[in-house]
């Protein structure tokens, strides 16, 4: 630890330096917030369950031929990265209406979707992570045109493979959010973490909508068992996993 230094701390994670000036830790809290940190909690080992899962999915698209931030998991909990600049948008992919879809246009919860929804959010927790709509993004200088649909592209071909496997585990992919960073020579990376506090995801075994819940919507909506809700989850992906 004597050459690491905390580089950032945000609501979920911390980032720390290493001796290498290309490679960060992150350090995964069990911290929960939402709301934008209006509710605020903890949910006991959800830092090891988000890295272990975050860790599964990025190989598995790492070997479908996705560009990730990953490197390797050195501890249970902590997670070596190659360093970007992050772009300061939250992507968002829809499969099913759920969310802020439901809320701000009048959609049914649960509504299926004719082709996945792609969405950009500005990263800004000043103003509350607003929609942005194309021209906004670029008004802003978020991202090139070039980046903006390479960004798109990316996402689609994320959720297709994420959907699939998720489905293989008995879960539906509700939707859920990415972001991405450019690498020292410009390249875009999959980056931060993919794990039920930044996906929605649905027991395929139950009907009941409360029951169904296996992400951060049960502590979002005080629904209870939020830790065996990350813990099955992770379970059903290293089974996948292993059979796959
Ligand atoms: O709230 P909303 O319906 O727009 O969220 C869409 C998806 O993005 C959900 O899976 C949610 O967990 C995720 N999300 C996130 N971090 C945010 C906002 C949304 O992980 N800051």
């Not at 995964?28 to 909690?41: P, Q, W």
Request: charged share 30%; glycine share 6%.
């Amino acid at each position: 630890m004597a050459d690491m230094q905390k580089l950032y701390e945000g609501k979920a994670k911390i980032i720390y330096s290493t001796e290498d000036p290309e490679i960060l830790l992150t350090h995964f809290k069990d911290d929960a917030t939402a709301f934008n940190a209006l509710k605020r909690g903890t949910i006991i080992g959800k830092g090891e369950i988000n890295c272990r899962m975050s860790t599964e999915l990025f190989q598995i698209l790492e070997a479908k031929g996705i560009p990730t931030h990953w490197i390797d998991q050195p501890a249970p909990n902590q997670m070596r990265v190659r360093r970007v600049k992050i772009v300061p948008v939250e992507v968002v992919v829809r499969n099913i209406a759920a969310g802020s879809l439901c809320k701000q246009t009048g959609l049914p919860l649960g509504t299926v979707l004719k082709h996945p929804l792609v969405e950009f959010f500005y990263k800004n927790d000043e103003l509350g992570d607003p929609l942005l709509t194309r021209d906004r993004l670029l008004l802003l200088e978020l991202a090139t045109p070039e980046q903006l649909d390479q960004l798109k592209t990316m996402t689609l071909q994320i959720n297709e493979i994420l959907t699939e496997f998720f489905h293989q585990c008995g879960i539906t992919l509700v939707d859920f959010k990415l972001e991405f960073g450019l690498d020292v020579n410009g390249k875009l990376l999959l980056a931060d973490e993919i794990s039920p506090d930044t996906c929605r995801l649905w027991d395929e075994g139950e009907t009941d909508q409360t029951k169904r819940i296996m992400d951060k919507d049960r502590f979002r909506q005080d629904l209870g068992q939020v830790e065996s809700a990350y813990q099955k989850v992770l379970e059903r992906v290293l089974n996948s996993k292993t059979q796959g």
